[in-house]
């Protein structure tokens, strides 16, 4: 499987911009990258992906390196309840004979906001 | 829409008894991925299924866990003799078919403690 490097954590202000880094040199064309996180005591749950364009939704933005070696996860202006594991993940929908890949996660970033 | 569910939520088993997780993904999705997360560490995979078939089970114990997903009804997972070890959040995953859409959902977990 193709891994992923995150800091094992981070710390931020709250209302200030977060930029979260991965970095993923092994990546393979077909790979997609995904950010999930975990809040205490829940459920993973999905933040964004994208494949080679940056992408941005409600939750973040996603800036992925013209090489694809890296990507950023950026939180435009944290908050308390942003504080949580974040998973950065390479997926790639093409295993399993069409099926979707699996999700391998790894050790994430602890992201603490400070009020 | 109601999202993945879970349960129960905490089970308590003693040593040689054996713990049923099930899990109900979201409405018209055929994926199911389950995670074991033992205390302060990350989510491990442990197995993938699509309707009435498994498709990854590599993160699986050998012996005394099981997992199923019938055609009809939630997915199971199965711990026969259950041992302290086994003491960690239980995650379910599901996401629907294809790879156009690759956001996995994740149920709240169960919490097994063994005793």
């Known amino acids: 499987d193709a891994k992923t490097t995150q800091p094992n954590s981070m710390e931020s202000n709250e209302e200030e911009p977060v930029h979260l880094p991965c970095n993923h040199s092994t990546i393979s064309g077909t790979d997609y990258i995904h950010w999930y996180r975990q809040l205490p005591s829940q459920g993973p749950e999905y933040v964004i992906h994208?494949?080679?364009s940056n992408v941005n939704n409600r939750m973040a933005s996603l800036a992925i390196a013209e090489d694809r070696k890296s990507s950023t996860l950026i939180l435009h202006r944290a908050t308390l309840r942003d504080a949580a594991v974040y998973y950065c993940i390479l997926r790639d929908p093409l295993n399993y004979g069409g099926s979707q890949g699996n999700l391998i996660f790894g050790k994430g970033t602890k992201l603490s906001v400070k009020p | 829409n109601a999202g993945v569910m879970q349960n129960p939520r905490h089970l308590v088993r003693r040593r040689g008894q054996e713990a049923r997780l099930r899990c109900s993904p979201m409405k018209g999705h055929s994926h199911v991925y389950w995670y074991r997360q033992l205390p302060e560490e990350g989510l491990k995979f442990m197995v993938y299924?699509?309707?009435?078939?498994?498709?990854?089970e590599s993160g699986m114990p050998k012996e005394r866990f099981s997992a199923e997903f019938p055609k009809e009804g939630p997915s199971i997972l199965r711990i026969q003799q259950v041992v302290r070890g086994d003491s960690a959040a239980y995650f379910c995953a599901s996401s629907p078919g294809g790879y156009q859409n690759t956001e996995a959902f994740f149920g709240q977990g169960t919490r097994l403690t063994v005793v």
């Open positions: 299924l699509q309707k009435e078939n498994i498709i990854d």
């Open positions: 994208g494949l080679t």
